[in-house]
């Protein structure tokens, strides 16, 4: 049988003369829930997410450096993992800005990623998928507004002012090279050639007051627009969020056309224009409801020792190495903003894993569509599997000879799916791609080792692949496609394998209840046709 299973106050502006003021945007912060309309900012998602019981604030000081963190950790490893707000850095004076700490954002919770993709938090992980699937083919371009308007420029510093040591910028991990702020938020760049706006999540690196590194690894866009300047001797602009509605890391964490901003897929998601507003010391245009926004400028050649980092794998990423050096020109906040903080580490406590499940999914089965293959009935890309990069598993109705072999020959190539993963395994339709029970059964009794398993090598990996020795080797990689459909030769004469009734089913649920028997019963969508 086929279960699916859920992976289940302000503060008064600042009085010092460096920063610029004007009053909050009262608009911006009433509850989207009680004007019927979709989330906007990061608040309205908290309040969201408070009102499935999901948020944990913690009042008592706690230190920035491995504390916060580690209560991140071990808080992603409980049912159900809840966000977590530090409201106060311990033995740290901020200079007045009131800042706030968020981990654990999405974490493995199925409901938070779906408030923040803007579904039913009670949604099953397939129809989640289908859903956002369906949402990715709708682009709505991002819509500019005034500065008068943003609540992103209710305080901003320029110049000598600009002091990073001022924010409770966390240290991750005991081996961390530095402090990382917000590591996954969206990273702000224009290709130098056509002048479309990238919003991409990168870890940056604090390099002292008014420096940040930017690690890119090869084939990115951001680093690709960086090349590209710097071959002709350009300077580029860059901004970064460091607080932000986690929609941009669901987004930005994604490959998608060069020519067309995720800023559009975020709007697609959101059925609403995302609010932009042009920056004060760049052409770029920002998030105008972010909680913290630097603006700065890269300068041809400017590169310092960056890393190394607890990243996505769950290992350190590569030995410290040069990055591109960001000069920051501006740094602008909200009253008492709120910088969100997302840890990579180990599933269930990587950030990136759960979402990455829900939109990398949703990206492979459209390429599967634009490609026109028939008979796809699930995709997957597990958040076990290194944050969700690592494996993805098809679920297909056979229709023709070698169906399972290009379904997984493509899996392993499409834009949505080819960077990193290693494993891909293609299952047939009864087999529900979420549930991993289901599909190493699939594995150990509908696949022959022997018969059933290829290698791709010379394909697209990352310099963060700790398998890889000596990292020379590196962004390198390899994929292993595994067939565990039924053999198609065969298909009709296979054993049939057991499966219930679907008028016993149906009994057994109505009476749940009745018989006092525990949780909810599982969904079963593929039953007996010959009872």
């Given at each position: 049988?086929?279960?699916?299973?859920?992976?289940?106050?302000?503060?008064?502006?600042?009085?010092?003369?460096?920063?610029?003021?004007?009053?909050?945007?009262?608009?911006?912060?009433?509850?989207?829930?009680?004007?019927?309309?979709?989330?906007?900012?990061?608040?309205?998602?908290?309040?969201?997410?408070?009102?499935?019981?999901?948020?944990?604030?913690?009042?008592?000081?706690?230190?920035?450096?491995?504390?916060?963190?580690?209560?991140?950790?071990?808080?992603?490893?409980?049912?159900?993992?809840?966000?977590?707000?530090?409201?106060?850095?311990?033995?740290?004076?901020?200079?007045?800005?009131?800042?706030?700490?968020?981990?654990?954002?999405?974490?493995?919770?199925?409901?938070?990623?779906?408030?923040?993709?803007?579904?039913?938090?009670?949604?099953?992980?397939?129809?989640?998928?289908?859903?956002?699937?369906?949402?990715?083919?709708?682009?709505?371009?991002?819509?500019?507004?005034?500065?008068?308007?943003?609540?992103?420029?209710?305080?901003?510093?320029?110049?000598?002012?600009?002091?990073?040591?001022?924010?409770?910028?966390?240290?991750?991990?005991?081996?961390?090279?530095?402090?990382?702020?917000?590591?996954?938020?969206?990273?702000?760049?224009?290709?130098?050639?056509?002048?479309?706006?990238?919003?991409?999540?990168?870890r940056m690196m604090q390099q002292g007051k008014r420096h940040s590194g930017l690690y890119l690894s090869p084939g990115k866009d951001a680093r690709l627009h960086i090349e590209r300047a710097w071959e002709r001797g350009e300077s580029i602009e860059v901004a970064a969020a460091w607080g932000v509605d986690p929609i941009f890391m669901l987004v930005g964490s994604q490959g998608f056309p060069k020519n067309i901003s995720e800023y559009e897929f975020i709007g697609g998601i959101r059925d609403q224009a995302v609010s932009v507003v042009k920056g004060k010391t760049t052409d770029l245009l920002i998030p105008a409801n972010a909680e913290?926004?630097?603006?700065?400028?890269?300068?041809?050649?400017?590169?310092?020792?960056?890393?190394?980092?607890?990243?996505?794998?769950?290992?350190?990423?590569?030995?410290?190495?040069?990055?591109?050096?960001?000069?920051?020109?501006?740094?602008?906040?909200?009253?008492?903003?709120?910088?969100?903080?997302?840890?990579?580490?180990?599933?269930?406590?990587?950030?990136?894993?759960?979402?990455?499940?829900?939109?990398?999914?949703?990206?492979?089965?459209?390429?599967?569509?634009?490609?026109?293959?028939?008979?796809?009935?699930?995709?997957?890309?597990?958040?076990?599997?290194?944050?969700?990069?690592?494996?993805?598993?098809?679920?297909?109705?056979?229709?023709?000879?070698?169906?399972?072999?290009?379904?997984?020959?493509?899996?392993?190539?499409?834009?949505?799916?080819?960077?990193?993963?290693?494993?891909?395994?293609?299952?047939?339709?009864?087999?529900?791609?979420?549930?991993?029970?289901?599909?190493?059964?699939?594995?150990?009794?509908?696949?022959?080792?022997?018969?059933?398993?290829?290698?791709?090598?010379?394909?697209?990996?990352?310099?963060?692949?700790?398998?890889?020795?000596?990292?020379?080797?590196?962004?390198?990689?390899?994929?292993?496609?595994?067939?565990?459909?039924?053999?198609?030769?065969?298909?009709?004469?296979?054993?049939?394998?057991?499966?219930?009734?679907?008028?016993?089913?149906?009994?057994?649920?109505?009476?749940?209840?009745?018989?006092?028997?525990?949780?909810?019963?599982?969904?079963?969508?593929?039953?007996?046709?010959?009872?």
């Amino acid at each position: 049988m086929v279960a699916l299973f859920a992976v289940g106050g302000q503060t008064p502006p600042t009085t010092d003369e460096s920063r610029e003021q004007r009053p909050m945007n009262d608009t911006s912060t009433k509850s989207a829930k009680s004007r019927n309309e979709p989330i906007q900012d990061l608040r309205q998602w908290l309040e969201a997410v408070d009102d499935i019981g999901e948020l944990v604030r913690v009042s008592e000081p706690v230190s920035r450096d491995q504390e916060m963190s580690a209560i991140g950790y071990l808080l992603a490893k409980q049912q159900p993992s809840p966000t977590v707000m530090f409201e106060k850095a311990e033995n740290f004076d901020d200079g007045g800005i009131g800042a706030r700490l968020l981990w654990n954002l999405a974490g493995p919770s199925l409901k938070r990623i779906a408030i923040t993709l803007g579904e039913d938090p009670e949604m099953h992980t397939i129809e989640l998928i289908q859903k956002v699937k369906t949402k990715l083919m709708q682009r709505i371009p991002p819509r500019e507004i005034s500065a008068e308007e943003a609540p992103i420029f209710e305080n901003t510093l320029t110049g000598d002012d600009i002091d990073l040591d001022k924010l409770p910028i966390p240290i991750h991990w005991p081996l961390d090279g530095g402090r990382y702020p917000g590591t996954a938020d969206c990273v702000i760049t224009r290709d130098p050639d056509t002048g479309y706006l990238n919003v991409g999540t990168y870890r940056m690196m604090q390099q002292g007051k008014r420096h940040s590194g930017l690690y890119l690894s090869p084939g990115k866009d951001a680093r690709l627009h960086i090349e590209r300047a710097w071959e002709r001797g350009e300077s580029i602009e860059v901004a970064a969020a460091w607080g932000v509605d986690p929609i941009f890391m669901l987004v930005g964490s994604q490959g998608f056309p060069k020519n067309i901003s995720e800023y559009e897929f975020i709007g697609g998601i959101r059925d609403q224009a995302v609010s932009v507003v042009k920056g004060k010391t760049t052409d770029l245009l920002i998030p105008a409801n972010a909680e913290m926004v630097i603006e700065g400028v890269l300068k041809p050649g400017a590169m310092k020792g960056e890393g190394p980092f607890g990243e996505f794998t769950g290992y350190y990423g590569r030995p410290e190495g040069d990055a591109p050096l960001i000069e920051i020109t501006a740094l602008h906040h909200r009253n008492q903003p709120i910088m969100t903080n997302a840890l990579m580490a180990d599933y269930p406590s990587c950030e990136q894993s759960g979402f990455f499940a829900i939109i990398r999914s949703a990206r492979v089965w459209n390429d599967f569509d634009k490609l026109g293959i028939a008979g796809i009935q699930g995709v997957y890309c597990h958040p076990a599997a290194a944050g969700g990069w690592g494996m993805t598993c098809v679920s297909i109705e056979q229709r023709y000879a070698g169906h399972a072999a290009q379904v997984l020959a493509l899996a392993a190539q499409v834009p949505g799916g080819a960077y990193y993963t290693k494993w891909i395994v293609a299952v047939d339709e009864d087999i529900d791609p979420c549930d991993m029970d289901q599909v190493i059964w699939a594995m150990s009794t509908r696949s022959n080792p022997v018969d059933d398993v290829e290698i791709l090598k010379n394909t697209w990996s990352t310099q963060l692949d700790p398998s890889q020795y000596p990292p020379e080797n590196r962004p390198y990689g390899s994929k292993c496609l595994i067939n565990a459909c039924k053999d198609h030769k065969h298909i009709k004469e296979y054993s049939k394998r057991t499966m219930l009734s679907e008028d016993v089913y149906n009994k057994v649920v109505s009476d749940w209840d009745r018989l006092g028997l525990p949780g909810q019963p599982p969904l079963v969508r593929h039953f007996e046709k010959d009872a």
